[in-house]
């Protein structure tokens, strides 16, 4: 596993891209969330290309850090916020990489001292920011990111084929999309969401209990595992009163399916008050557990999304195919996938 997380931390930091290949960056998420073992090796790898002093390198490195911490479990947020990768860290905020790299590293920190705040066992994030500061670092103002809820991945990236949003590229922008644009994508998030459960509540309703069916159950006992994530957020005043209705409605359904279609040895479902058995959480794709704020104190929406050019600053994007479906594709099937023509 060492060798193949490798070798995907490697082509997202090709120097030869023009862009983040964000399909790259999002295996690595699906394989640090499904083995969490293998964090800290991602992590070291993560180091290797920081040091190897090329800026392109430095900036991928930075961009699919910034993507992991966003989308991976509690054991790579620890291995992020060692001493000896947050040096790899500070070290690129002197600008001898240029610009982008100076100002991606000062974000990172930036950002990490604000989403793992309070936090004891990570209070590395906030030592490093408070140092800066006290050395009157400079931070770049930091955009006002929407929460992260990502339904589970697809095999079919619009970045990985080379779409996207045409709209993004116009103009020589940096494809960060309004606020207006984040609501309506979290609303055809949620959509995704409630069209997989009518689909599923009908197959149930027929009688149709083969492979698509567990395919479905599969796609949205992933999707309440984020939607816990969310909601706990929400609880703790972090998401705007509306948007919390919402997610708790789209919550409680989603509750009501699992539970009605599936099958009787498979009802022992994980509920918002009890955390998941181990057993379950490794079979979990983890969802983000940093909540950004506007300045009003309240989330805009709940799916950030890439940038179409680089830097990209703090966003990151739920990659889905033309119908909606995101992938939950092994590592193995990724790699293979990614193959260099």
């Known amino acids: 596993m060492a060798e193949k997380v490798e070798l995907l931390v490697a082509r997202a930091t090709d120097e030869a891209l023009v862009e983040p290949e964000w399909a790259l960056n999002m295996a690595l ?35 699919l850090t910034e993507t992991l911490v966003k989308n991976g479990p509690r054991a790579l947020h ?5 001493k000896r990768f947050l ?31 309070g936090q004891s066992e990570l209070s590395s994030f906030q030592d490093v920011y408070q140092q800066l500061k006290q050395a009157n670092t400079t931070f770049p103002a930091v955009e006002n990111d929407v929460p992260i809820f990502t339904p589970p991945s697809s095999a079919t990236s ?11 590229a116009a103009g020589g922008t940096s494809g960060r999309r309004t606020r207006e644009q984040q609501l309506e994508k979290l609303q055809a998030d949620l959509g995704v969401v409630q069209e997989k459960m009518k689909m599923l509540r009908d197959l149930h309703a027929d009688g149709r209990h083969g492979e698509e069916m567990e395919d479905a159950l599969d796609f949205l006992r992933q999707c309440q595992q984020r939607m816990n994530t969310l909601i706990e957020g ?9 948007t919390l209705e919402q997610c708790l409605t789209v919550n409680d359904n989603l509750m009501k399916t699992l539970k009605e279609c599936s099958k009787p040895e498979m009802k022992d479902m994980m509920t918002f008050d009890s955390p998941p058995r181990a057993s379950q959480a490794s079979e979990l794709l983890q969802g983000v557990d940093q909540l ?41 099937d990724k790699l293979s996938r990614n193959e260099p023509s």
């Open 292 to 332: 950004n704020l506007d300045e009003e104190g309240k989330a805009v929406g709940l799916v950030a999304t890439a940038p179409r050019s680089m830097p990209a600053a703090h966003s990151m994007s739920a990659v889905m195919d033309g119908e909606g479906v995101l992938s939950t594709m092994s590592c193995d």
């Open 158 to 168: 619009a970045w990985a084929t080379g779409g996207g949003d045409e709209s993004a």
């Open 87 to 117: 040096e790899d860290i500070v070290a690129l905020v002197d600008g001898s990489l240029g610009p982008d790299v100076q100002t991606q590293a000062l974000l990172l920190i930036r950002q990490w001292a604000d989403a793992f705040q």
């Open 234 to 242: 929400g609880v703790m005043g972090k998401i705007d009163e509306h």
């Open 78 to 82: 620890t291995q992020v916020g060692t």
């Open 29 to 63: 998420c699906d394989c640090v969330n499904a083995t969490p073992e293998v964090c800290e090796d991602v992590v070291r790898f993560l180091q290797q290309r920081l040091q190897t002093r090329q800026p392109k390198v430095a900036l991928l490195a930075l961009i």
